[in-house]
C-alpha cells in the first residue's frame, strides 16, 4: 500500500483533525487542576530537592509528562468539549497512565475493546468521533475509520511521525527497516504498518543474531538450512509477511521505537554498521546501510537527568509509570543497572499499607516488599516516565513522608 497517499488524502479530509479545536485556553484549567502539582513546583524551584524529617527526596532534573503527552492529552479534553455530545472512541489508551484514563472514561471517552489481542471497532459507528493516541495507530486502523466515516482525532506524537517518514523512507529506496523495538508495543506496530520489509529487534542480543546471519554469507558462503530455520523461528512474529533473510538482509535501514533505551539503540546502529562495512566494504557501504537516531528529546533528557541522579548517594529510588511504559521500565533499567534498590510503581496506592511497596521488579510479575523504607536517615530517589502527571509524583512524596514519619 502506498501508505504516503493515504496519509495525503486522510490529511486533506473535513473528517480528521490533528491540530486541535482552539479551544487552548478552555481546557487549560481542568488540565492544570487534575494534573499539575504546588508542590513539584516548590521541589524544582529549590534544585529538585525536599527535606523533611529524617526524609530527603532527590527529584531527577527531568521527569514526568512530555511535550508529546501534554498535547495528545489536552487535545483529547478539547475534543469532549468540541464534541460534547457525540460518541468518542479511543483506539488505546492515550498514554500509558491509569489516572489520565480514569479522567478520560469519566469524560465518557470510550476504549475501543480488546478480545484476544485484536481490537473490536464493530460498536464503532460513521459520524462517530475517534481520537488516536501519542503512540499512533496502524495504518489499517486509520483506513478502517476513515473509511466508516468516523471523525478522527489524531494526537499520534510528531516525534512518532518522525519514525514512520524514516521506514516509508527505507521503503521508497528498497531498504529492509530493522526497527529496535518491542514487538507488541502500540508505536511499534503502528511504524511496522508504515514500513515496507521489516525486522523488529527487541535489543542487543537479537541485534547480533541478525548480524551473525549476515555475515554467514560473508566471502560467497551461504547461511545452512539450519541456521535460516533457527533464524525464521526466533523471529517469526517480528518480520514482514514473506520475510526472507537471505533476500532481505542486503540493504538496511535502522529506526526505533522513540522510547528505546537511547544507549542501546545507539550500539545497535553502530553494530549494524560494523555489520554491513565488513560484509560489502567502505566504498559499498552508503548502498547497504541507512541509520537514524529516532529517539525522542524528552526520552533523551529523561534517561540523561537518571543517570545523573543514580551516580548520587541514594538509599532507594521510586520509578512512577504505567506498566506498560516502555520510557518507565527503562528508567528502572537505569538504576537496577546501578545495583540501586529500585522499585516500580504505577500509582501512589502501591505504598502502604504500614511500611509496605507493592512493585513490579524488572521482567516479573507484581509483588509486595515489607520493610520497604529503611531506619534512619534516608534518601530517595524519585523519577516518572513521560505519561505521569506531577500530580500522581507529588501524592507518591506525600505518602513517603507520611510514611517516614510514622
Ligand atoms: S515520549 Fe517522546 S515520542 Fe513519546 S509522546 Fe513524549 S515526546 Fe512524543
Given at each position: 500500500m502506498d501508505t504516503r497517499a493515504f496519509k495525503r488524502s486522510l490529511h486533506h479530509?473535513?473528517?480528521?483533525?490533528?491540530?486541535?479545536?482552539?479551544l487552548g485556553d478552555e481546557v487549560a484549567g481542568t488540565l492544570e487542576q487534575a494534573y499539575q502539582s504546588d508542590l513539584i513546583a516548590e521541589l524544582r524551584a529549590n534544585g529538585y530537592e525536599l527535606r523533611d524529617g529524617r526524609l530527603t527526596v532527590r527529584l531527577a532534573e527531568a521527569f514526568g509528562f512530555c511535550w508529546g503527552v501534554e498535547r495528545a492529552v489536552a487535545m483529547a479534553y478539547e475534543t469532549r468539549r468540541h464534541y460534547p455530545s457525540e460518541r468518542i472512541w479511543i483506539t488505546n489508551e492515550i498514554i500509558h497512565n491509569p489516572s489520565v484514563n480514569d479522567h478520560l472514561r469519566e469524560m465518557n471517552v470510550q476504549f475501543i475493546a480488546v478480545e484476544q489481542g485484536v481490537k473490536d471497532f464493530s460498536e464503532v459507528a460513521s459520524g462517530d468521533v475517534v481520537i488516536l493516541p501519542a503512540f499512533g495507530a496502524t495504518v489499517q486502523e486509520m483506513q478502517l475509520l476513515n473509511e466508516r466515516g468516523c471523525h478522527i482525532v489524531d494526537t499520534t506524537c510528531p516525534w512518532v511521525s518522525k519514525v514512520w517518514n524514516t521506514v516509508e523512507k527505507h521503503k521508497k529506496h528498497a531498504f529492509t527497516s530493522i526497527i529496535h523495538g518491542k514487538v507488541k508495543h502500540e508505536e511499534t506496530l503502528a511504524t511496522s504498518s508504515f514500513a515496507g520489509t521489516y525486522l523488529v529487534v527487541l535489543d542487543l542480543a537479537e541485534a547480533q543474531l541478525v548480524c551473525d546471519y549476515i555475515l554467514a554469507s560473508e566471502g560467497g558462503a551461504s547461511p545452512s538450512a539450519a541456521q535460516r530455520e533457527a533464524f525464521m523461528a526466533r523471529f517469526a512474529k517480528a518480520c514482514s509477511p514473506g520475510f526472507d533473510p537471505d533476500r532481505d538482509l542486503i540493504r538496511l535501514g535502522v529506526a526505533n521505537q522513540t522510547t528505546m533505551l537511547k544507549s542501546e539503540t545507539e550500539e545497535i546502529g553502530r553494530l549494524f554498521e560494523r555489520t554491513m562495512l565488513r560484509r560489502y566494504g567502505p566504498a559499498e557501504l552508503n548502498e547497504h546501510f541507512l541509520a537514524f537516531n529516532t529517539i525522542c528529546d524528552a526520552t533523551q533528557e529523561r534517561q540523561d537527568a537518571m543517570f545523573a541522579l543514580v551516580d548520587e548517594p541514594l538509599d532507594l529510588m521510586v520509578v512512577i509509570g504505567g506498566y506498560n511504559s516502555s520510557n518507565t521500565t527503562h528508567l528502572q533499567e537505569i538504576a537496577i543497572s546501578r545495583g540501586i534498590r529500585s522499585f516500580h510503581i504505577?500509582?501512589?496506592?502501591?505504598?502502604?499499607?504500614?511500611n509496605r511497596i507493592t512493585h513490579k521488579p524488572l521482567g516479573g510479575e507484581l509483588e509486595s516488599v515489607d520493610g520497604f523504607l529503611p531506619e534512619g536517615a534516608i534518601r530517595v530517589g524519585i523519577t516518572s516516565g513521560a505519561s505521569t502527571p506531577d500530580r500522581v509524583v507529588e501524592d507518591v512524596i506525600r505518602q513517603l513522608i507520611t510514611l517516614s514519619k510514622s
Amino acid at each position: 500500500m502506498d501508505t504516503r497517499a493515504f496519509k495525503r488524502s486522510l490529511h486533506h479530509s473535513e473528517r480528521y483533525n490533528r491540530r486541535g479545536f482552539g479551544l487552548g485556553d478552555e481546557v487549560a484549567g481542568t488540565l492544570e487542576q487534575a494534573y499539575q502539582s504546588d508542590l513539584i513546583a516548590e521541589l524544582r524551584a529549590n534544585g529538585y530537592e525536599l527535606r523533611d524529617g529524617r526524609l530527603t527526596v532527590r527529584l531527577a532534573e527531568a521527569f514526568g509528562f512530555c511535550w508529546g503527552v501534554e498535547r495528545a492529552v489536552a487535545m483529547a479534553y478539547e475534543t469532549r468539549r468540541h464534541y460534547p455530545s457525540e460518541r468518542i472512541w479511543i483506539t488505546n489508551e492515550i498514554i500509558h497512565n491509569p489516572s489520565v484514563n480514569d479522567h478520560l472514561r469519566e469524560m465518557n471517552v470510550q476504549f475501543i475493546a480488546v478480545e484476544q489481542g485484536v481490537k473490536d471497532f464493530s460498536e464503532v459507528a460513521s459520524g462517530d468521533v475517534v481520537i488516536l493516541p501519542a503512540f499512533g495507530a496502524t495504518v489499517q486502523e486509520m483506513q478502517l475509520l476513515n473509511e466508516r466515516g468516523c471523525h478522527i482525532v489524531d494526537t499520534t506524537c510528531p516525534w512518532v511521525s518522525k519514525v514512520w517518514n524514516t521506514v516509508e523512507k527505507h521503503k521508497k529506496h528498497a531498504f529492509t527497516s530493522i526497527i529496535h523495538g518491542k514487538v507488541k508495543h502500540e508505536e511499534t506496530l503502528a511504524t511496522s504498518s508504515f514500513a515496507g520489509t521489516y525486522l523488529v529487534v527487541l535489543d542487543l542480543a537479537e541485534a547480533q543474531l541478525v548480524c551473525d546471519y549476515i555475515l554467514a554469507s560473508e566471502g560467497g558462503a551461504s547461511p545452512s538450512a539450519a541456521q535460516r530455520e533457527a533464524f525464521m523461528a526466533r523471529f517469526a512474529k517480528a518480520c514482514s509477511p514473506g520475510f526472507d533473510p537471505d533476500r532481505d538482509l542486503i540493504r538496511l535501514g535502522v529506526a526505533n521505537q522513540t522510547t528505546m533505551l537511547k544507549s542501546e539503540t545507539e550500539e545497535i546502529g553502530r553494530l549494524f554498521e560494523r555489520t554491513m562495512l565488513r560484509r560489502y566494504g567502505p566504498a559499498e557501504l552508503n548502498e547497504h546501510f541507512l541509520a537514524f537516531n529516532t529517539i525522542c528529546d524528552a526520552t533523551q533528557e529523561r534517561q540523561d537527568a537518571m543517570f545523573a541522579l543514580v551516580d548520587e548517594p541514594l538509599d532507594l529510588m521510586v520509578v512512577i509509570g504505567g506498566y506498560n511504559s516502555s520510557n518507565t521500565t527503562h528508567l528502572q533499567e537505569i538504576a537496577i543497572s546501578r545495583g540501586i534498590r529500585s522499585f516500580h510503581i504505577d500509582t501512589p496506592e502501591r505504598i502502604g499499607p504500614g511500611n509496605r511497596i507493592t512493585h513490579k521488579p524488572l521482567g516479573g510479575e507484581l509483588e509486595s516488599v515489607d520493610g520497604f523504607l529503611p531506619e534512619g536517615a534516608i534518601r530517595v530517589g524519585i523519577t516518572s516516565g513521560a505519561s505521569t502527571p506531577d500530580r500522581v509524583v507529588e501524592d507518591v512524596i506525600r505518602q513517603l513522608i507520611t510514611l517516614s514519619k510514622s
